[in-house]
């Protein structure tokens, strides 16, 4: 079951990404930041086997993934800023979102403050939940742009490059991935 669900999110993101370009990069990963589980895992790396292909620039797909976050961060951050810690308790669930996750946010942020966004944009799964923790903690909307998308930016172009160095390869690879 999983792994079919899997594969119909992978198929959907690289339909998005070659019909639409970086504009697709921003969206699927704006839907990532926006607290729905769309894994950039997938987004970015097969971005990245674009720019081996010769259709994408790396800076440009990793500068479209940063913005992507920032836009769908902003979602969730006025989510959590409107409708505070009682939506999310209420709600998150549908979005996978559980108590368990809103706490560890709530401790991560209270550790690290402001910084929590940035350290947290470097860290799978946290990353795409922090900005409803920065919403119901009111954090300042510019610095929480700024950390947003400094600390997007490496996380998206680390993975955008792996895709490109794996599509380098792809030849070579290609038989390992069919077994798989």
Known sequence: MIAAILEFLARFIISVISTTGYLGIVLLMGIESACIPLPSEVIMPFSGYLVSTGRFQLHWVAVAGALGCNLGSLVAYYVGSWGGRPLVERYGRYVLFT?????????FFARYGDWAVFVARLLPVIRTFIALPAGIARMNVVRFHIYTFLGSLPWCWVLAYAGLK???RWTDL???FHRF
């Open 166 to 168: 794996l599509g380098e």
């Open 174 to 176: 290609r038989e390992y």
């Open 99 to 107: 108590r368990h996750d809103l706490e560890m946010a709530d401790r």
